[in-house]
């Protein structure tokens, strides 16, 4: 199975701060990742498909890069919002696999 | 809008089964696939089975293979989920999602399903 590895695991930022969140993957998964966001008691919600594909809705400071092994989700003006734990998945092939997660917090 | 309802979530003890739904409607489910992701509380999101829109192609987390079975009835635009010899482990809010193509663009607001004597 392909193992998915976010860093940080916890992320404390301010309002109006740039973020950026890493995933490696144990291979390479070419484009096929994509990124959630999680909020308490709630469903994922989708971000960002094919590593870079902004999901239709989802404000534009939220970006996604990378290819092959590694990957970033970039948040380029943190909101009151955006507090909410971070996702990434693999799908270039069965089991899917997600990133452990990662916490954005407040500072 | 897409809109997708579980339902079926509960109580069990350890070794007992349930069988979980997933009510879609908003899309043309039968030609989508359909996955199944869990939460454990506590815990990260853990893939658990998907299904082709069809119904030829099921594919499962080793965690879950053998146990579990995923199938659907496309008259009806639902989805389900036969969980048997039910552990421990197991224990974890259920989330029906659209799987396109491996992303999951819509999800469901997820069944608790709690193994415990």
């Given at each position: 199975d392909i193992q998915m590895t976010q860093s940080p695991s916890t992320l404390s930022a301010s309002v109006g701060d740039r973020v950026i969140i890493t995933c490696r993957a144990s291979q390479s998964i070419y484009s096929w990742l994509a990124w959630y966001q999680q909020k308490p008691g709630k469903a994922p919600k989708l971000l960002i498909y094919k590593a870079s594909s902004l999901e239709s809705g989802v404000p534009s400071r939220f970006s996604g890069s990378g290819s092959g092994t590694e990957f970033t989700l970039t948040i380029s003006s943190l909101q009151p919002d955006d507090f909410a734990t971070y996702y990434c998945q693999q799908y270039i092939n069965y089991p899917y696999t997600f990133g452990q997660g990662t916490n954005l917090e407040i500072k | 809008e897409v809109q997708l309802l579980e339902?079926?979530?509960?109580?069990?003890?350890?070794?007992?089964?349930?069988?979980?739904?997933?009510?879609?409607?908003?899309?043309?489910?039968?030609?989508?696939?359909?996955?199944?992701?869990?939460?454990?509380?506590?815990?990260?999101?853990?893939?658990?089975?998907?299904?082709?829109?069809?119904?030829?192609?099921?594919?499962?987390?080793?965690?879950?293979?053998?146990?579990?079975?995923?199938?659907?009835?496309?008259?009806?635009?639902?989805?389900?989920?036969?969980?048997?010899?039910?552990?421990?482990?197991?224990?974890?809010?259920?989330?029906?999602?659209?799987?396109?193509?491996?992303?999951?663009?819509?999800?469901?607001?997820?069944?608790?399903?709690?193994?415990?004597?």
């Amino acid at each position: 199975d392909i193992q998915m590895t976010q860093s940080p695991s916890t992320l404390s930022a301010s309002v109006g701060d740039r973020v950026i969140i890493t995933c490696r993957a144990s291979q390479s998964i070419y484009s096929w990742l994509a990124w959630y966001q999680q909020k308490p008691g709630k469903a994922p919600k989708l971000l960002i498909y094919k590593a870079s594909s902004l999901e239709s809705g989802v404000p534009s400071r939220f970006s996604g890069s990378g290819s092959g092994t590694e990957f970033t989700l970039t948040i380029s003006s943190l909101q009151p919002d955006d507090f909410a734990t971070y996702y990434c998945q693999q799908y270039i092939n069965y089991p899917y696999t997600f990133g452990q997660g990662t916490n954005l917090e407040i500072k | 809008e897409v809109q997708l309802l579980e339902s079926g979530g509960g109580l069990v003890q350890p070794g007992g089964s349930l069988r979980l739904s997933c009510a879609a409607s908003g899309f043309a489910f039968s030609s989508h696939a359909m996955s199944w992701v869990r939460q454990a509380p506590g815990k990260g999101l853990e893939w658990v089975s998907a299904i082709s829109g069809s119904a030829s192609s099921t594919y499962y987390a080793d965690s879950v293979k053998g146990r579990f079975t995923i199938s659907r009835d496309n008259f009806k635009n639902t989805l389900y989920l036969q969980m048997n010899t039910l552990r421990a482990d197991d224990t974890a809010v259920y989330y029906c999602a659209e799987d396109l193509a491996g992303y999951l663009p819509s999800w469901g607001q997820g069944t608790l399903v709690s193994v415990s004597s």
